[in-house]
């Protein structure tokens, strides 16, 4: 509690203002101090310092409250002649007090009031006896200058039978002061202010443990008595230390046993208590009236002073009250100015008496006169000592008849201290006035007051007074906790140097309650760091473990020397502390931080690094940053490989494989780790000082559980078993320097060498600083702590626990208003049975290609384990980038260098008559992995035997084609295996490898295809196309390309081929050079019906037409593969365009789409000359043009597609736009394909023969594979004035319309005449042909297309 009155929290405007950012944080400290015990207005310690203070003062000459008045004379009945021993005592007293040669006990006046006294022991003595001489002394000293005191009225062994209350035990609580060494062997006397003894507190006033922050204080001796642990020259733990301790302790237990007064009965009591009284009233305050009276006179006499002061004490004298007890006997000792006689003397000694005897009033006056008189005489120190007495007297009178003159205590305090160099009276001054003023709640002035005798020559002095003004400022009506807390820092220091250690302890320990937690960083290191070095200092080695901790682990501003010096301080008390339980359990380490949740933990071996050719797997390292979206990837890519091989369904119990998991993996089930493959963790280390940390024989703490082969636990449980490596192999990192303020992972393994589960729990590891780091100025070491070489590189070790908090849950309505975490079992792996484990090398693998380039490399597989693997598939989301051929491929040499500067492709030399004549041979996509229903995607790997044996490796080649779009593309792999053995926990493993390949623009290749006007083939049947090909050169010589060579065109299709090439140019090399463009057109032609007959669904017929001496056997690996791939991966981009449409299309539409649909793929290869390093390369490579419909244009490369415009707003609601069944006009327009025979140009004599007659065939071919009806109307004329100006105007005769039904691919011819009256060139491709097919019942005849512009020349002869 604060006081007996409880402060309230009253701030002013003016005090909010002033700490607004303040308020908020301090006032849960203000709470937490006002309920602590140890903010009173006081302490015991400083009580018992004043009260011994002031009754250890000397008496001195210049004030007299502590001088004598009356001397008690006493002797006992049992003396032979006790009123010779009466004279005997007189005769000594008179000598001590007149003779000289004592200046100790000084005497107020020279007539000292004497009183004899007879004690009589009523058990032991004859009690006539003792009354006869009691008459004897009323005789001679009068009735009231003797008493008869009879005591122990039972004897000794009547004592231990009833048990009366101890009188003296109030009285002597003080014996443990020395025994009173600064008074004098001498009489036995005794004082008026005795009696206030009752009131003080007992002097060890911390016998309770009182606990400060977490550090007990244990003060068993003296409060004020020096620790025997500051001279530095004793040892802490050596015996005196516990021996003085101990046997103090022993003494203060004996000193309660002790009984005083056990012969004394209650009458006993009654005796002693109208004794005093007796001695009160009828000897010393008649005594005392008869002084002032005469000391009265006096004044009367030589200063002509009034006789009021004489009527005011007798008046005063007259009552019959009892006064209350005195105040403490005060003393001094100072030289003398004037002689015992003087009246300024006398007015002081008046004064004095008054003040004993509680006549403020009076005292009041006669010190202002005495104040005055001393002035002006320039007598100082008298005029302090009445300025002194004068302001206590003032606020002692009743009823506050004048207010407290704080200006006299002030002024008395300087005249001591400065100019009297008195510093005893002084702080005697201090110690009253303080104590007024806190009584008056003037806490401030008090404070100001105690601080200002705070002075270098006395620091107990120094630490008592900053305290007591710190509990000033804490009592005050608006606490002042900062100033509070910094005096309580002012007096630890104080008591520090005082040799108060514990004193030192519980002020820093007070401080720290007000400064922790507020940001003030500097000054939380500095109490912090000095809790520690006392808590050491007493042997509180757990306490000063936890101070040096804080100072490192909070966020520390000091500088790197400070910082140094902290941290060799903590590691030698660290050490000191593990020394005391070498056995004991590991401690926690403050440092380095570690960031539990980016612990990652990572399964399997470390990556190979590229050795030569040979580039290992990317798969999965600690080096990898994670990302979602790649993550999302690989588990797409998983699914998939896992689906197809359970037959389409991803089985309940998957979970994608995690080989490394981190803070944003799904860490809510166990991790499977395979036994004999290493576990690696790497943990996120910190280092907040601005020194270097060095961490030794660094490594994990972990838990292991064993299991027998079938599953089951293990009688035995090995815990934190460092030193067992046959059942888990633990790697050390023997250095390990994390630089100043550093972040750095560490990276640990363990080994497991049998099953079971493992709990991995943290890092133990030695904690050190580095050779020749530096001290710190200004701060010594701690004994013991030597700053020399050998200790720098001092080490402790400790440990420091993992503990991953998981995610928070927050899918029931529960979680979501609790805050609940989920569990992290990322350091809880199951270790599992052997596995298979695969590693995957590629061999050549470029990481450069042209657009559509073909490149041979190899890959090898190796089995690193003591498993055979088996069904080892790899799935890829870009299946048309790699192939390993198809079912139908020759073997090609496994040797890289064997197949070196060969081609990728399988040829044949050809003859040159061949050449620009399609060479046909077929193909099943089946055989190259493109069959119905299969998954692209998902790639077999052609092991032999399907198994790859322990330790076995198998090289097979793999083609590459560059991607047709140009720039950088990750390609990811992920290769699936399986255990022949089948394991319950893991069904398969995986293996991962990011392919990064840079493509640069090669050719753009851009087709159509159109229809022949030509009818006849070689069956006379029609069916004929023509096929265009544009080839530009769009290369920019980046790659040093010189020039490219389309040395074949092939085509692949099921129903269509290429027959011949029809270009007319004469040139037969076709050569491209930078941005050249070529321009090829093929004939094509329907296969024949038997070659169509003998296929099977997915056979396609492929025709290569060659422009060089070697034919590319293009249905042949790698072409074929490449080619399927493309088509596969081109139709699964068309299929969601296909789903939008309507399913149920019926069947005579999807005839008539048939129609303008040509399933036509042209593949183009070629060869490119690249100059590397003065050496000529030839590149290879093909290019995939998809043809899907008649007059559409096709490319090899996705084409960059503008954004569409934005379309106005539309507000209103849309018509329902259902899918019509009818097809488009474009397609119904292409059912007939029509064709004119006619002589091109026609000789006629219109001078013999005005008419002009030319017969003309129309030939009408059904392109459906339904009959259809067919309407030609001839009367359709062109109207158009350009038509008439460039063809003329001519007349067909005969039947102007005709309606025909054509069957299936039928062809029709109609016989025509067209009449000419004047030469000219005409166009006769005026028909109109409608078309409907015959089973339709809605007539929608739409015009069919006109074919090319048929001209005839008419001429005269």
Known sequence: MFSANIVHLHLLDRSIKASVPWYSNWKDTLMEMKESSLNTATTPWFESYRETFLQSMPASDHEFLNHYLACMLVASSSEAEPMEQFGKLSQEQHRIQHNNDYSYPKWFIPNTLKYYVLLHDVSAGDEQRAESIYEEMKQKYGTQGCYLLKINSRTSNQASDEQIPDPWSQYLQKNSIQNQESYEDGPCTISSNKNSDSNLLSLDGLDNEVKVDGLPNNFRAHPLQLDSSSDPSNNIDGPDHVKSASSLHETKKANPGIIHGACLTLTDHDRIRQFVQEFT?????????????????????????????????????????????????????????????????????????????????????????????????????????????????????????????????????????????????????????????????????????????????????????????????????????????????????????????????????????????????????????????????????????????????????????????????????????????????????????????????????????????????????????????????????????????????????????????????????????????????????????????????????????????????????????????????????????????????????????????????????????????????????????????????????????????????????????????????????????????????????????????????????????????????????????????????????????????????????????????????????????????????????????TVLLPGASVQLPLWLRGPDEEGVHEINFLFYYESVKKLPKIRHRILRHTAVICTSRSLNARATVCRSNSLEDEEGRGGNMLVFVDVENINTSEAGVKEFHIVQVSSSSKHWKLQKSVNLSENKDAKLGSREKGKFCFKAIRCKEKEVATQSSEDYTFADIIFGNEQIISSASPCA??????????????????????????????????????????????????????????????????????????????????????????????????????????????????????????NHPFHQKSLCLVPVTLLLSNCSKADVDVIVDLRHKTTSPESLEIHGSFTWLGQTQYKLQLKSEEIHSLQLKACFVHTGVYNLGTPRVFAKLSDQVTVFETSQQNSMPALIIINNV
């Open 1121 to 1242: 593969d490449f080619f399927y791939r493309s088509l596969s991966s081109e139709l699964k981009k068309a299929q969601p365009s296909a789903h939008t449409e309507k399913q149920s299309v019926e069947d005579a539409v999807r005839l008539i789409q048939k129609c303008s649909e040509v399933d036509l793929n042209v593949v183009i290869l070629w060869k490119a000359y690249v100059v590397e390093d003065s050496k000529q390369l030839i590149l290879e490579g093909q290019h995939h043009v998809i043809l899907h419909t008649v007059g559409k244009e096709a490319y090899s490369s996705p084409q960059k597609q503008e954004p569409p415009e934005m379309e106005p707003l539309k507000f209103f609601r849309p018509e329902n736009t259902a899918v019509s069944s009818r097809p488009s006009v474009e397609q119904l327009s292409s059912l007939i394909k029509t064709s004119l025979h006619y002589p091109e140009s026609l």
């Open 281 to 945: 009233f009828r000897g010393l305050l008649p005594h005392i009236e008869k002084t002032i009276r005469q000391l009265n006179d006096q004044l009367i006499s030589r200063k002509g002073l009034s006789r009021s002061l004489f009527s005011a004490t007798k008046k005063w004298f007259s009552g019959s009250k009892v006064p209350e007890k005195s105040i403490n006997e005060l003393k001094n000792t100072s030289g003398l100015l004037y002689p015992p006689e003087a009246p300024e003397l006398q007015i002081r000694k008046m004064a004095d008496l008054c003040f004993l005897v509680q006549h403020y009033d009076l005292a009041y006056s006669c010190y202002h006169t005495a104040k005055k008189d001393f002035l002006n005489d320039q007598a100082m120190l008298y005029a302090a000592g009445a300025l002194e007495m004068a302001a206590v007297s003032a606020f002692l009178q009743q009823g506050a008849a004048r207010p407290y003159p704080a200006h006299y205590m002030d002024t008395a305090i300087q005249t001591y201290r400065d100019i009297c160099k008195n510093m005893i009276l002084a702080e005697r001054c201090v110690l009253l006035s303080a104590e007024i003023l806190k009584s008056q709640s003037k806490y401030s002035e008090a404070a100001a007051l105690l601080i200002r005798l705070t002075s270098e020559d006395s620091d107990l002095r120094s630490a008592l007074l900053l305290e007591q003004a710190a509990h000033c400022f804490i009592n005050m009506k608006s606490p002042m906790v900062r100033k509070y807390a910094f005096h309580m820092i002012l007096a630890g220091h104080r008591f520090s140097k005082a040799g108060q250690k514990k004193h030192a302890l519980r002020c820093y320990c007070q401080a720290m309650q007000v400064y922790k937690g507020k940001g003030w960083s500097l000054a939380e290191d500095h109490i912090n760091f000095t809790i520690g070095r006392q808590s050491y200092t007493l042997r509180q080695l757990d306490n000063a473990v936890s101070a040096f901790r804080h100072i490192l682990i909070n966020e520390s501003k000091q500088s790197a020397a400070q910082q140094g010096s902290f941290l060799r301080e903590y590691l030698y008390v660290y050490k000191n502390v593990s020394q005391l339980s070498p056995d004991g359990p590991l401690p926690q380490l403050p440092l380095p931080y570690i960031n539990s949740s980016a612990t990652r933990v990572f399964f399997g071996h470390d990556r190979r690094p590229a050795d030569g050719e040979k580039q290992a797997a990317t798969h999965v390292s600690l080096d990898q940053e994670y990302d979602n979206e790649s993550s999302q990837q690989w588990r797409e890519l998983e699914e998939q490989v896992v689906a197809l091989v359970n037959k389409g369904v991803i089985p309940p119990n998957f979970h994608p494989t995690q080989y490394c998991l981190n803070s944003f993996s799904d860490n809510s089930r166990f991790p499977l780790a395979v036994v004999e493959e290493p576990i690696t963790v790497e943990v996120a280390f910190r280092n907040p000082l601005k020194v270097p940390l060095l961490l030794t024989n660094l490594s994990l703490l972990w838990k292991f559980q064993p299991k027998d082969c079938s599953g089951k636990n293990d009688e035995e449980v090995k815990e934190l078993v460092a030193s067992e490596p046959e059942m888990i192999g633990t790697e050390v990192i023997s250095e390990f320097l994390i630089n100043s303020e550093e972040s750095k992972v560490a990276r640990l393994k363990l080994f497991p060498h049998h099953i079971g589960e493992l709990h991995i729990l943290g890092v133990v590891y030695n904690l050190g600083t580095i050779q020749g780091s530096t001290t710190v100025d200004g701060i010594g070491a701690l004994p013991g702590c030597h700053t020399g070489k050998q200790s720098l590189g001092m080490s402790v070790r400790g440990r420091q626990d993992l503990e991953i908090q998981g995610p928070r849950l927050n899918s029931t309505k529960e979680e979501k208003t609790s805050i609940t975490y989920g569990p992290d079992r990322r350091l809880d792996p199951i270790i599992v049975e052997e596995m298979p484990l695969l590693e995957v090398f590629f061999i050549h693998f470029p990481t450069g290609l042209l657009c559509g380039e073909i490149r041979k490399a190899y890959v090898e597989f190796v089995n690193v384990s003591k498993c055979p693997l088996t069904g080892l598939k790899v799935v890829c989301k870009r299946p048309e980038f790699f192939t390993f051929g198809g079912n139908t491929t020759a073997l090609t040499p496994l040797s890289p260098s064997a197949s070196e500067n060969c081609s990728a492709y399988k040829t044949v030399v050809t003859e040159s008559t061949s050449v620009c004549t399609a060479l046909t041979s077929s193909a099943s996509s089946v055989d190259f992995g493109i069959g119905i229903g299969s998954q692209p995607e998902v790639i077999p790997v052609p092991l032999p035997d």
